[in-house]
């Protein structure tokens, strides 16, 4: 078990729909990754949120958006959905905020099907 | 051309064989990275290191920064090592990791 807990495992929608997927990182880590894992794209880097503060952005569509709350969990907001973004979504965080580098602690995933 | 590059995409082997794993990257790095991703989707962090060799059990990961290389090795490998191994690295600042495409790894009894 990292100590990452994402919520839901599993999200079936329809095309057009919003939802938003839930992580809450390990107790101490200040830091949320989002990442996209699909099968023609592989593994892919969304967001960063630093204590509550966006830090980086990577390949995020501008139909996508996340925030960190005080205490630390992230959501990632999903809207307009197209087959396309059907994909396993990860969160992992990890203490700091990059620079040097630090090991980063994945959670299970959300399994988002768009039907 | 991806900026992290894995071979072989695909290996199968024997219960017991020595298997290697190479990652090439062609950008500037702080550190990289070897993930575990097993069947039901999770990913575990086996490594980060950012120069020389590591050792963890029966997987060894060592990085050679003037030749942008890493490998990862498995000795007296075992079924339960299948899985899909993932190189990645971090470029310095508050970017998240870059990924290659990983290697599918069986070990047949």
């Known amino acids: 078990d990292s100590g990452v807990t994402q919520t839901p495992k599993h999200l079936i929608t329809a095309t057009g729909q919003r939802v938003t997927l839930r992580c809450s990182p390990r107790s101490g880590d200040l830091s949320v990754y989002w990442y996209q894992q699909s099968l023609d794209q592989g593994l892919q880097f969304l967001i960063h949120y630093y204590n509550g503060e966006e830090r980086a952005k990577g390949n995020i569509l501008e139909r996508f958006s996340a925030q960190q709350f005080p205490d630390l969990h992230s959501e990632l907001n999903l809207s307009s959905l197209e087959l396309g973004d059907s994909a396993l979504y990860f969160c992992?965080?990890?203490?700091?905020?990059?620079?040097?580098?630090?090991?980063?602690?994945f959670g299970a995933g959300t399994r988002l099907s768009v039907l | 051309k991806n900026e992290v590059e894995q071979s072989p995409q695909n290996l199968t082997a024997q219960e017991g064989e020595f298997i290697t794993i190479n990652c090439s990257y062609s950008v500037g790095i702080s550190a990289l990275h070897w993930l575990q991703q097993h069947p039901g989707g999770g990913i575990v962090s086996l490594f980060m290191?950012?120069?020389g060799k590591k050792k963890h059990g029966r997987l060894i990961a060592t990085i050679n920064i003037q030749e942008k290389h890493s490998s990862l090795h498995i000795t007296a490998s075992h079924p339960r090592d299948s899985a899909v191994y993932i190189c990645a690295v971090s470029r310095g600042g508050a970017d998240g990791l870059t990924f290659g495409k990983g290697t599918h790894l069986i070990i047949q009894p």
């Open positions: 992992a965080s990890s203490v700091a905020s990059g620079g040097g580098g630090n090991i980063q602690y």
């Open positions: 290191l950012s120069s």
